[in-house]
């Protein structure tokens, strides 16, 4: 009876240790933080952060260090002009702090939620979404948030991103209306190094994220089933 015992009490481990192999995230290291941790952040909250000089959140910038092999940009033709382009196209947003996670929410590419995990976790095998599996952590008053598990079809310098693409953000304070923000973009299957864009980010302190629903706002929306029939 002790052997049998011992047989079964060996093949509950074994069979734990083989889900936890199949989620690495089941194991993932997580600190449980409290309200006290929370209020030693800099605060970030109050207003939404928008890139300076421009009335859209869109990263744009210079030319991509884009590989020599790639095949023409493909066209947006037939994409549901409802989904998001996601993460790294648009960035900004107005924060709100929780216990163990931040989030950054954002009208800009209809209404978006991202959760950046605060609590010490690993990204482990996240499901691939939008905006991706986002971890952070404080370098002094900067925030580094650290970004994988995209979808495939969210796009890099206009290419699908095949869902390797990992991103770096920095959020550098310069004071309360003011950050310095660098996003890191790599993706070897689209870029021959390491992508860096810099960008000065201001508080806009009575602006607040709005209701915005892509069924609403179709007719100013992308892609190419817009409605454009005049409204009564």
Request: hydrophobic residues 40%; glycine residues 8%.
């Amino acid at each position: 009876m002790k052997i049998a015992a011992l047989l079964v009490v060996f093949a509950l481990v074994g069979a734990i240790s083989a889900r936890a192999q199949d989620n690495p995230a089941s194991v993932a290291s997580a600190h449980p933080l409290t309200w006290s941790d929370v209020a030693k952040w800099p605060d970030f909250t109050g207003g939404e952060w928008t890139i300076a000089g421009s009335h859209v959140n869109t990263l744009s910038t210079g030319p991509a260090p884009l590989r020599s092999d790639l095949p023409p940009k493909p066209k947006r033709t037939g994409l549901n002009p409802c989904a998001p382009q996601g993460l790294p196209q648009f960035v900004g947003g107005e924060f709100f702090y929780s216990k163990n996670s931040m989030f950054l929410m954002t009208d800009w590419d209809y209404l978006v939620v991202r959760r950046i995990y605060m609590d010490g976790r690993i990204h482990g095998d996240p499901d691939p979404t939008y905006f991706g599996h986002s971890i952070g952590h404080w370098e002094g008053n900067t925030l580094v948030v650290d970004t994988v598990g995209l979808l495939p079809d969210v796009p890099v310098a206009g290419y699908p991103g095949n869902g390797v693409t990992h991103i770096v953000e920095r959020y550098a304070p310069i004071d309360r209306d003011d950050i310095n923000y660098t996003i890191t973009i790599i993706n070897p299957q689209i870029l021959t190094r390491p992508w860096v864009i810099k960008k000065h980010l201001v508080r806009l302190p009575t602006l607040e994220v709005a209701e915005a629903f892509c069924d609403q706002n179709v007719r100013n929306g992308a892609g190419d089933t817009i409605d454009l029939t005049p409204p009564p």
